[in-house]
């Protein structure tokens, strides 16, 4: 069973920047694409970017312009450069595949204080 895990997380003041990592334990097959979510406290996990097996990328609004995706494909690596935070980007992100996810990862803290 492939395991993601989202690392890079941290405590940062507005303004400030991170780059999130998702690591696979083994070859994904069979996606279409990867995408990042997030969790803030007491809400709903919600969708923020993806990046298709072609390199398309897609941001919800509340990212695009701040956020990067991208991905190392030898490495089975996907990152999430996070520019410009906010103080409503504080949520544990995660990461998993498009269409059909895989079981979640515990996923990765970011704080953001004024």
């Known amino acids: 069973q492939v395991q993601l895990v989202e690392s890079g997380g941290g405590l940062v003041q507005t303004g400030g920047s991170l780059r999130l990592s998702c690591a696979a334990s083994?070859?994904?097959?069979?996606?279409?694409?990867m995408g990042w979510y997030r969790q803030a406290p007491g809400k709903r996990r919600e969708f923020i970017a993806r990046?298709?097996?072609?390199?398309?990328?897609y941001y919800d609004s509340s990212v695009k312009g701040r956020f990067i995706i991208s991905r190392d494909s030898a490495k089975n690596t996907w990152y999430l450069q996070m520019n410009s935070l906010k103080l409503e980007d504080t949520a544990a992100y995660y990461c998993?595949?498009?269409?059909?996810?895989?079981?979640w990862g515990q996923g990765t803290q970011v704080t953001v204080s004024s």
């Open positions: 990046i298709t097996t072609g390199g398309f990328v």
């Open positions: 998993n595949s498009l269409p059909s996810p895989l079981p």
């Open positions: 083994t070859d994904i097959t069979n996606i279409d694409a």
